[in-house]
């Protein structure tokens, strides 16, 4: 019996020489949706003699291959063409179970927004080593990358909401594209889900498996250092001021601070690290390595942020003034009377980097101690 789900959603199936399955998954699909777009990436088996054979689906043929995610992409923009909202992804080597697709309609509207990624049973004692430590790794970039946990980030069953991902520019077109499309997509606010799905593994001789373990995992590889970096430089402080950018600075400190779950000392040093790197003379690179270091050594990235902001204006007039100082008194000229203007600094450039250092060092460590006795003495009032 077959369930017509409208217009609302197509199926999209990326091929590359699956002749032997890809039948048996288009007839298992169109026992639940008979709107089903067959992209063929440049097969050379028998693939397009099956779909010719084929009245029932809708197909888009090119040569040569091109990659997964080049196909995902052609497979989307015919959707939206055809008038489709939603398009539902799944694998041409039989390894997805059409009887899944149900699943992903009966969230679908309390999730209109969401990309939802279908979660794999992972611990089947038939599933590869490799194929484990893939999905953990990717699972780790992930989080990394947008702070949220999936138990399964590599599945290619997926649904996709096609309106809120079709001006997103991807510069991916192969395997690692189904992990650029959930980081970006993330980044611009859409929603990224997992929901359990069953899968079939087959033996590893009857498996049919186009990845190449050195190129595939070398792009991969690289795709997430671009994402890592990106998500530093830019989408994590910009996620942080909007965030911030509708509260007051009594409601951070409350908020934010006070009621931070973060242990006391984190947030003192949090605090410190922020106000360091907001006078350390780095300027330009203050918060990309600031996020950096405050990740690799588990510092609150919020309050790190907030405390940065020390080298805002009108605070940087003094930071220049007082880094020139302290650096004349290392220097051996011990003098707070200065016509100060942002001359001098390029004149005396060591000077001036000089000061800033210790001035930063100084000011870290006091913000730190006086933030953590604050904080112990409030808690303790309360």
Known sequence: MTTDFGRKCCIIIPTYNNASKLADVINDVLHYSQEIIVVNDGSTDETSSILKNNHQIT?????????????LQIGFKKALELGFDYAITIDSDGQHYA???????????????????????????????????ANKFSNFWFKVET????????????????????DIKFFSAKYEFELEIMVRASWKGIDVKNIPIDVYYPNPEDR?????????????????????????????????????????LKQIIKEDIISSESPTHIIALSIGFGVFMGIVPIWGYQLALGFLLAHIFKLNKAIFFIAANISLPPFIPFILY?????????????????????????TNLLQYILGSIILAIAAGGFSSAISYILLKLFKRKN
């Open 59 to 71: 197909t888009v043929e090119y040569s040569p291959n091109k990659g997964k995610g080049n196909a």
């Open 99 to 133: 009887k899944d697709i149900p699943s992903f309609f009966n969230i679908l509207d309390e999730n209109p927004n969401a990309i939802l990624v279908g979660s794999r049973l992972l611990s089947e004692t038939n599933i590869s080593s490799n194929s484990s430590f």
């Open 147 to 166: 702070g949220l946990s999936l138990s399964d980030t590599q599945s290619g069953y997926r649904l996709y909401p096609l309106n809120s991902i079709k």
């Open 208 to 248: 049919i498996t186009h990845f190449r373990p050195f190129k595939d995992f070398a792009r991969i590889s690289i795709l997430n250092f671009v994402l890592v970096t990106l998500a530093l430089i830019y989408y994590k402080p910009l996620s942080i001021i909007r965030k911030y950018r509708k509260k007051n």
């Open 322 to 346: 007082f880094s020139y100082v302290v650096g004349g008194f290392v220097l051996g000229k011990c003098t707070w009377n200065i016509n100060f203007d942002v001359s001098m600094v390029k």
